[in-house]
């Protein structure tokens, strides 16, 4: 009973005791709120990296083997792929690259922004072509049109997105297409602006020749889909028209299929699966890559995993660095406690001759480091949790407040900025709290539970 009053009391009398306890608060609130925002920017991120790409994306490689050749129609590969019962929904795109400009830019004004090093997000845009209902069905792709806008125009029709309205153009021989919101504000378009898309492709009269095919088209909306890179180098339209344009024998680039129940484990065993379904029906190649896998078979993770991977990395390197911190704090601990026992040993001496054990002296002190580490990871958790869960109002208020701004939404184009609590990795944290501070104690009270009676008596 002794050692819980004794720890107390000096607990109590040692003001220094508030800097330990300080810095194993600011320790693990900092660790709380930073891991729970890389958490979140970590989520926010895969959801949209996998609302355009969907879960698995099969991209066959055509025209490897003059003598053997994959189907370039997509009819028979969306046939096998949305017969497995575990796909929700499947759809083909048609990807090219075009230059982009409005119309009246003429020839030299292309060229000038071909060469020039500011436009380079101006220079080549991703034109991609798709089959209406099904990319809905497949990817997010109604919903980036239906959300909220900064710079671009909503489409008027959410379900034919590529009509063009007779207010833009008398004419039903025009084509509309979606632009991505960023590349919208660039170009300074508006509804109704008319671009030219040019673009190269292969003679099919002649193999080594090519030809540089242009055509016009109405911009009828945008689309924000919440990945800053797509909207500013992406432009939607049908793919029969894209077809009609390249007048390319391939009809389709990647068939993007969604699962009823995605999970890592049922990406991966889907794609081996497929792999071997469509390699043997001659469907796609089936090249294998250096993991024996099938390259031309892929999951969203693997399209995306560089930017995946550092996103972990940055939150793994935070986390290391912010637990110097509670290296800080436990040397704190150290040396507040090591003072103690120097200051201390008249009152160790008497009550060891009183009876008291070396263990007793042992547990006296750590609980001083016990009480240290509970009171500051429990007042950091309590705090680091409320910070995480309110820390896009805590941002407003210090922008607004200070008139600098904080966090820039136009850059990672997030509504809020994202946060997610991990209360597994709220218990982790004060556990290691509790574990640093001990640990670091445990000398200084090892030299006290050491200490003979007669020498500490003598020397006071």
Not at 84 to 113: F, N, T
Not at 131 to 153: C, H, I, N, Q, W
Not at 251 to 256: C, D, F, T
Request: aromatic share 8%; charged share 25%.
């Amino acid at each position: 009973m002794y050692r819980w009053f004794l720890s107390m009391r000096y607990l109590r009398a040692r003001k220094t005791n508030l800097i330990g306890i300080g810095g194993i608060f600011v320790g693990v609130g900092a660790l709380i709120l930073i891991l729970s925002i890389m958490t979140g920017f970590l989520e926010e991120t895969r959801r949209s990296v996998r609302g355009s790409l969907s879960d698995l994306v099969i991209a066959p490689r055509f025209g490897a083997s003059k003598e053997d050749s994959v189907p370039t129609d997509p009819a028979k590969i969306l046939a096998e792929v949305r017969a497995d019962p575990r796909v929700e929904a499947a759809a083909a795109h048609l990807v090219w690259y075009c230059q982009v400009a409005k119309e009246g830019a003429d020839a030299d004004s292309m060229i000038r922004i071909l060469s020039s090093s500011q436009s380079g997000n101006l220079s080549a845009v991703q034109i991609v072509g798709i089959d209406l209902p099904a990319e809905f069905e497949a990817t997010e792709f109604k919903a980036s049109l239906e959300r909220e806008v900064k710079y671009g125009a909503r489409v008027d029709n959410a379900e034919q997105p590529f009509a063009v309205p007779e207010r833009y153009s008398p004419s039903p021989l025009e084509a509309g297409v979606v632009v991505g919101e960023k590349l919208y504000s660039n170009l300074a378009l508006r509804r109704g602006d008319r671009i030219k898309l040019a673009t190269i492709v292969e003679d099919p009269a002649r193999s080594d020749s090519f030809l540089t095919p242009s055509r016009t088209y109405v911009v009828v909306g945008t689309f924000r889909s919440k990945e800053n890179e797509m909207d500013m180098s992406r432009i939607y339209l049908d793919r029969a028209e894209m077809i009609d344009f390249l007048s390319s024998p391939i009809q389709y680039s990647e068939v993007l299929v969604k699962l009823k129940h995605e999970t890592e484990a049922t990406s991966k065993a889907l794609k081996a699966e497929l792999g071997v379904r469509l390699a043997e029906n001659r469907l796609i190649f089936g090249y294998i890559n250096l993991d024996n896998e099938f390259d031309e078979v892929k999951t969203w993770r693997e399209f995306r995993g560089v930017l995946l991977g550092a996103i972990e990395n940055e939150r793994v390197l935070m986390g290391i660095m912010l637990s110097l911190v509670l290296l800080v704090a436990g040397f704190t601990v150290f040396a507040i406690l090591s003072m103690m026992v120097t200051e201390k040993r008249r009152d160790i001496g008497i009550l060891t001759a009183l009876g008291a054990t070396p263990r007793g002296v042992l547990e006296t002190f750590l609980l001083i480091a016990y009480w240290d580490a509970l009171i500051g990871a429990l007042l950091g958790a309590i705090f680091g949790t409320w910070g995480a869960l309110k820390i896009d109002s805590i941002e407003r208020w210090l922008s607004k407040t200070f008139g600098v701004q904080i966090f820039n939404r136009d850059v990672y184009l997030f509504d809020t900025i994202p946060s997610v609590v991990d209360p597994v990795a709220v218990a982790l944290i004060v556990l290691g709290a509790f574990v640093c501070a001990l640990l670091f104690a445990a000398i200084p009270a090892w030299n006290a539970a050491k200490l003979d009676p007669l020498e500490a008596l003598r020397q006071e």
